[in-house]
């Protein structure tokens, strides 16, 4: 069992790749509080995981401080010690609009989800790491993170920043014994696509361009993120790793 008395939170853990992170952190072991500000989608979680072994859930919007908070203090209270070994900041939106038509509030709007909320939450969970030793914190980049996709513009750009928020962070906070560092994916077939109005070309021009020739699972998403959080990647802080079938070696 690679997590093995771990602690960890997972944010957006309500989602397609989120409550697979949870399952499979579980599985090796861990205590996951999996968060999300769907209850519906947390009780969904709940059920289909209570059998596995210790998860508790806690409903909070990552963008809003003081529900951050809450989930902090919560994490205390139901972990030993109140350690927080591990944080996967998930959470994330991908609304479809082309630059041009972006208005300010869609904007925002994904900024505030992926971006600042990555943010608050790293900064609440690493002054806990800080003062118990260390951890990791491992946020969820996107391929588009690094190459642009049309369509994508708050998206593309929120991600982006993920990479140089975990960076700075790894830069700061590895004198803590914290290590940080983002998961880029590219293909991975989920609910995500269909939501976010992704014409259907495109989905299909997505599967050619990969030299896998299929898209992703969330089961090898949810491997990288064991992988980045147990001990096996020790040394391995502020980088970024590509999970996409190697779709954008040849973009
Ligand atoms: N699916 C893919 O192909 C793919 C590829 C690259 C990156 N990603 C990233 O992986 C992550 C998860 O994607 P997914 O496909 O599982 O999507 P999903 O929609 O199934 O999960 C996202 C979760 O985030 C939650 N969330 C949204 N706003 C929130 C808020 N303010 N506070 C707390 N929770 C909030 C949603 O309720 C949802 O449960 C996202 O960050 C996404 O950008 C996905």
Known sequence: M?????NAIITGGGGAIGSEIAKRFLEEGARVIVTDNNQKALDGVYDKLKGMGEIFTKSADVT???SVLD????AEKQFSGGRIDILA????????????????????????????GTFLVSRMVSKKMISSGGGSIINMSSTNGILAEEGLTGYNASKAAIILLS???????GKYGIRANS?????IRTELQDKSGLPREMIDNYIKKIPLGR?????????????????????????EIVIDGGQICQE
Do not use: Y
């Open 2 to 6: 690679e997590l093995k008395n771990k």
């Open 64 to 66: 809003d401080e003081s």
């Open 89 to 116: 900041n998930v959470a994330g939106i991908a609304p479809f609009k082309h630059f041009i038509d972006t208005d300010i509030e869609s904007f925002q709007k994904v900024m505030d989800i992926n971006l600042k």
């Open 167 to 173: 960076k700075t962070m790894a830069l700061e906070l």
């Open 71 to 74: 989930l902090v203090n919560f």
């Open 183 to 187: 998961v880029c994916p590219g293909w």
């Open 215 to 239: 898209s992703g699972k969330t089961s090898e998403v949810a491997d990288l993120f064991v992988f980045l959080a147990s001990d096996r990647s020790s040394f391995i802080t502020g980088t």
